[in-house]
């Protein structure tokens, strides 16, 4: 089985610059996560798709971030303009629901540098 | 709101010694799991173990087991017959009820393994 797929997997960009990172998750999960890992930091929840919807966005900044799912597969996450602060590693996870305990599967992650 | 405390920024342990990781939580809820994720240098994150709330005997997985303490809120992890592939950052993380899947996660734990 695949798992959740990332790309691109390092980015350096100048602030103030759009950026956008794609997710493909695992075949036939509903659930899509985006996450925000700052460097010594857990990792934060920014968005929560079920299929095609949201579900929990409380902590997406939605004045530079965006996030889309279109069809309910693979899920793109944008920042535009981009800050100094912007520089973390995203990652994408899926799980097959969101109201039952099942697992997250992570991707390995986009390493942003904002410069 | 929740949070999730890990008090130990970097261990250091033994090939085929035991260490363990701590961690501690705050909720006023009373239904919820815990869990251990594993992020090793290549970022792929990666469940080690995870405990229902609910449940009072600990869990376990091969060589890795939990210390559950409700009461004090604390979730430790024991990791027995430490391996050179056990070195990653640890993460303890909570996750409440609700329609959402949402992990809160702590600040990590590094773990090196000296062989």
């Known amino acids: 089985e695949a798992g959740v797929a990332q790309s691109p997997r390092y980015k350096i960009i100048e602030k103030r610059q759009s950026v956008a990172f794609w997710c493909n998750p695992i075949s036939g999960h509903a659930t899509l996560y985006w996450y925000q890992q700052i460097l010594g930091q857990g990792p934060k929840l920014l968005i929560q798709f079920q299929n095609n919807g949201v579900v929990d966005d409380s902590q997406l900044p939605k004045d530079r971030f965006s996030a889309e799912r279109l069809k309910g597969v693979d899920s793109t996450l944008k920042i535009q303009p981009a800050k100094l602060e912007d520089s973390a590693v995203y990652l994408c996870?899926?799980?097959?629901?969101?109201?039952?305990?099942?697992?997250?599967?992570f991707g390995p992650g986009t390493r942003l540098t904002v410069t | 709101a929740q949070t999730v405390t890990q008090s130990q920024p970097e261990m250091s342990v033994q090939e085929a010694e035991t260490v363990t990781l701590s961690c501690t939580y705050d909720t006023s809820e009373s239904d919820y799991y815990l869990f251990w994720y594993k992020q090793p240098p290549s970022r792929q994150m990666i469940l080690v173990i995870r405990q229902e709330a609910y449940k009072q005997q600990n869990a376990t997985e091969n060589r890795f087991s939990v210390n559950f303490q409700k009461a004090a809120k604390s979730f430790s992890l024991k990791i027995s017959d430490s391996q050179l592939g056990d070195a990653a950052m640890y993460f303890c993380?909570?996750?409440?009820?609700?329609?959402?899947?949402?992990?809160?996660f702590g600040t990590g734990t590094l773990l090196a393994v000296q062989p």
């Open positions: 993380a909570y996750r409440y009820g609700g329609a959402t899947n949402k992990l809160i």
């Open positions: 996870a899926s799980s097959l629901a969101a109201t039952v305990i099942y697992e997250q599967y």
